[in-house]
């Protein structure tokens, strides 16, 4: 990247080290918050989750990007960025963009087409499946008849108790089932105080159940689903799964779009066959987590006149196109999603990608999430683990975030 970023435009004399930070979301998250905090000048520019950006910014706690940079940048950024991610890198009151989209990321579901093969599913199923995916209930039976002695699990995702839980596939079940988190996603971004909390809705309880059930097989979700993921899931984030998945060692995979590349790799040379398809659906249809990083300057840079060099450079196209090639980022922008459809790695899933980046559901990103996404991934979690009912769960979940919610708003 720091040569693409050279070629770019950033001059010669300007040194570009990449840092890698912590795998889970939430720990980069607290890393950020206690550099913040301790006013260190490291590092200048950071990636931040478009789940978490909003509370810095409220607080100014990351650089005003309009008061930096010029204007015609910031119109450009605006104009060909990915619109969800300009929102959640723009101050909710002013409208000033604070963070550039680096990459956008949503859900899929990687399978192994060789195993579904041998339990009598064909080309016409996969062919499908990639713009009509199956239900919940549908999704487990298939993944039940492929899973057999020669493979150690069946569905694998993520379940552990962090950000994920949170923010993704608990949203992912919840809004499949037709529950929601504030009513629905008109009030996700708030006012908060003076929205409705329905997490114990019944349709709510069923996006616990189905979540559940397909851990524990134990019938409480209204669909039939099927326990075909192991305990080991609630334990689980993103990289776990993926090398699971990579080994051969699961039937299907829920994660996210970069994993596609993985997987490809993975399987090069190997007897085994990779399918993508969307989500399953539940009775409100098939949703998919709104995912993705941006890129935000550290108010306390020492370096701020070569970070912005950075900045610009990157919203080039080639150095999107190069972040791609190397990495699987998706490029933030619509008119660069071409360049991912003719990709020899993406280009045959490109139907399933699509599917998903049309059926998103957001996070409800506000000043208060960072406290409320802590009860939701504590209580889902003590649900997977057969620590709580759903129904306590969600009860736990209703009375904790109506108090954040009346204390805040």
Known sequence: MEEALHEAGVPDSITIEMVVPPQDSGSKQQQLRTAINAEESDPDLVLTDNGWTIPFIVR?????????????????????????????????????????????????????KDLLRNAGYGDSDFDTWRTDPPTWEEFSQIVSEAQTSDVDYGHVWQGNNYIGLACCTFNEFLTSMGGAFFGGEDNLFGPIGDRPVTLDSEESIDGIEAAVDLIH?????????????????AGWIEPDTKSTFEAGSAVTQRNWTYSIGGAVSAFEGSDMEL?????????NGSWHAQG???????????????????????????????????????????ELFSYVEESDTYGPYFEALQYSAENL??????????????????????????????EEAASAMQEQIAAIEEQSG
């Open 60 to 112: 100014d706690d990351l650089v005003n990007l309009e008061e930096e940079m010029d204007d015609e940048f910031i119109s450009r950024v605006k104009e060909e960025g990915v619109q969800s991610m300009i929102d959640t890198g723009t101050h909710p009151e002013t409208g000033d963009l604070y963070s550039i989209p680096t990459f956008p990321d949503y859900p899929v579901i990687t399978y192994r």
């Open 361 to 390: 559901i957001p996070r409800p990103t506000t000043s208060v999430w960072p406290n409320q996404r802590t009860v939701v991934a504590n209580e889902v979690n003590s649900a997977l683990r057969q620590e709580k009912t759903p």
């Open 275 to 283: 399918g993508v398809m969307p989500l399953p659906k539940g009775p």
């Open 217 to 233: 097989g134990e019938g409480l979700s209204p669909m039939d689903i099927a326990g075909v993921s192991p305990p080991e899931v």
């Open 292 to 334: 993705g990083w941006i890129m935000s300057m550290n108010p306390y840079t020492d370096n701020m006149a070569s970070a912005k060099e950075v900045i610009k450079a990157w919203w080039e196209d080639s150095v999107l196109q190069q972040q791609f090639d190397a990495a699987n980022y998706m490029p933030p922008k619509p």
